[in-house]
């Protein structure tokens, strides 16, 4: 069965930092893109970044770009997302999700979420 | 970066009902939008790829239609369950966006 099962979130102050981690199982991880996707609760599904397999190639949307970094470990079938200088705007359910098939954007299995809240 | 406007933004249908979402696109974005069910307190799932694809395991009450900037989510014989929030989304290119979503009421 496929699991995708995010860690690290929590309560920042605005100018903080944070790393979430996504731990994959239940099929070969190297393989596959990956993403986050982020939504402010009752709001919608806004994209955030992706990685390629083998982390060689990471794009951005425009509004992290600069303080958010994807990154991944295939050894550890395990996806990261490196926040900095966050804002109360970057408060939202962080998701991981899989690129369905190799690079092509959407996704079939995501992660269950989790809660970054950015708040003095 | 291409924005997508659903619509409507809500709708109330009736059990047996068939309903319509349309999605349009900016800029012409070939067949690459997807679309995906959420529900209150859930993940988003995949429904339909590529415009009119069914992902494995969707029921076949939904389907997807539409190329260039305009597309539709269908969904008949309406039940219970598919009382949700619908969003489209395109993989054309990065930024990937999805529009803001179509509140579904059975």
């Known amino acids: 069965e496929v699991q995708l099962v995010e860690s690290g979130g929590g309560l920042v102050q605005p100018g903080g930092s944070l790393r979430l981690s996504c731990e994959a199982s239940g099929f070969t991880f190297s393989p596959y893109w990956m993403h986050w996707v982020r939504q402010v609760p009752g709001k919608g599904l806004m994209w955030v970044s992706r990685?390629?397999?083998?982390?060689?190639?990471?794009t951005y949307a425009d509004s992290v770009r600069g303080r958010f970094t994807i990154s991944r470990d295939n050894a550890k079938n395990t996806l990261y997302l490196q926040m900095s200088s966050l804002t109360a705007d970057d408060t939202a359910v962080y998701y991981c999700?899989?690129?369905?098939?190799?690079?092509?954007?959407?996704?079939?299995?995501w992660g269950q979420g989790i809660l970054v809240t950015v708040s003095s | 970066d291409i924005q997508l406007t659903q619509s409507p933004s809500s709708l109330s249908a009736s059990v047996g009902d068939r309903v319509t979402i349309t999605c349009r696109a900016s800029q012409s974005i070939s067949n690459y939008v997807n679309w995906y069910q959420q529900k209150p307190g859930k993940v988003p799932k995949l429904l339909i790829y590529?415009?009119?694809n069914l992902q494995s395991g969707v029921p076949s009450t939904f389907s997807g239609s539409g190329s260039g900037t305009q597309f539709t989510l269908t969904i008949t014989s309406l039940q219970p369950e598919d009382s949700a929030t619908y969003y489209c989304?395109?993989?054309?290119?990065?930024?990937?966006?999805f529009g803001q979503g179509t509140k579904l009421e059975i």
């Open positions: 990685i390629n397999s083998d982390a060689s190639s990471t």
């Open positions: 590529t415009a009119s």
């Open positions: 989304q395109q993989s054309y290119n990065t930024p990937y966006s």
């Open positions: 999700a899989r690129d369905a098939s190799l690079w092509s954007g959407y996704y079939d299995y």
